[in-house]
């Protein structure tokens, strides 16, 4: 079994920057692809960055190419989510995620193909 636990959020300032570490305990195997998600309040759980091992390739969700880098450290089996020029829309509970699957790259932004989760942590932008 894998357990995710996420860094804290926190109330940021629009233009700001935002860092969130997630870190996974059990095998490496277990955390071949890991992303990002969040979750706006009244809105679905949307997919924001992931990243597979072996060839490290990303994906970002639209909404924060650009401004976002999704990086992984394979010895100590964290990953985290480094976001600039931070809007008000930007405002969700981030939930890091990961499978064993080392997934396409088309298949990467679906949170149906996750199946260990972190609790979530609250992040808030406004002035």
């Known amino acids: 079994q894998v357990q995710l636990t996420e860094s804290a959020g926190g109330l940021l300032m629009p233009g700001g920057s935002l860092r969130l570490s997630c870190a996974a305990s059990?095998?490496?195997?277990?955390?071949?692809?890991m992303a990002w998600f969040r979750q706006a309040p009244g809105k679905e759980r949307e997919f924001v960055a992931a990243?597979?091992?072996?060839?490290?390739?990303?994906v970002y969700a639209d909404s924060v190419k650009g401004r976002c880098t999704i990086s992984r450290d394979n010895v100590r089996n964290t990953f985290s989510l480094q976001m600039d020029s931070l809007k008000p829309e930007d405002t969700a509970v981030y939930y890091c995620a990961a499978t064993s699957r080392n997934w396409i790259l088309s298949a990467m932004s679906s949170k149906e193909n996750y199946e260990y989760w972190g609790q979530g942590t609250q992040v808030t932008v406004s002035s």
């Open positions: 059990g095998s490496a195997s277990s955390t071949n692809t």
């Open positions: 990243t597979r091992r072996g060839d490290n390739k990303k």
